[in-house]
């Protein structure tokens, strides 16, 4: 029997959350269509890809300074179909606990591997169904839905291929939920078959990918979680004319832009030192201004409604 990677099993010092299908290519056969803005990203990622997670600070960074040139094309790629998977010392949920609970220290992520303990996903198939749903309603509140279900599944120990759970998420985003249920029991599975069919002509076989590309069809790739020049260095290879945006860096602007963040995103975006970021965000919520979540591998902060 051929033994098979469990896609569970990221890979701390490539960055990558790799699949068992695909072999990546150097010079993948891509759709590339046409853009408004000077860079498309097809962004490959999962729900519970931890290494997605990882790359969040630099995410959020890259589309404050250049969210005005670039555009990212959020696809679901399929990370965890079933548990049919025999290597890395992975072969059933249990065995990932201790694996999130070291990714979420290499990463400086709070990540709390127990839900693999308590309540584990079968698949994670459901909730990257629901996020092809709400992109049916809206790109941006999809965005928001995304970021509620990473939060529930690493730091809440939420299974979130249930739905009360991914209802949950939806309704933290503004999503309609009735409209949500029945795009994820309808169109939204062929939208999800989309995404796979086309990581498989690409050639992805790993999260996160992400693939800038420009009108003509010149691309740069980036594999696995890079820090943030990675990331800005493909963007101006490709647009060297881009000047990135000057965004307000205090505390209430950056909650003003996202509702949550934890300390290694707070540190990435307003230039505070991670050694001093934590006590400034606990400052806030001492005083009220922000709640805090805390698990046992870190915290989370996030305005208050």
Known sequence: METQINPLLCDIETGMCETTEGVLETEPQSTVQSTKKSVKVIYYTDPICSSCWGIEPQLRKLKLEYGNAVEIDYRMGGLLPDWSYNSGGIGKPSD?????????????????????????????????????????????????????????????????????????????????????KVDFEGAAKEKFQEDLALGRELGVRGFPTMFFLDASGNKEIVYGTKPYVYYEMAILKLDPTLKKSEYSKTSEALFSNYHSLTAKEFSELSGTPRDESESVLNVLSNSGSLQKLTTKNGSIWRRNN
């Open 96 to 180: 990932v606990a201790e694996h999130w609970d070291d990714v979420s220290v290499h990463y400086d992520m709070p990540i709390d591997g127990d839900l693999w303990l308590e309540d584990p996903l079968e698949s994670s198939y459901p909730p990257s169904i629901a996020f092809k749903a709400a992109q049916m309603q809206d790109q941006d509140k999809a965005i928001l839905f995304l970021r509620e279900v990473r939060e529930l599944v690493f730091l809440e120990k939420k299974n979130i291929a249930k739905w009360e759970f991914i209802e949950m998420a939806a309704e933290k985003a503004g999503l309609d939920t009735i409209q949500l």
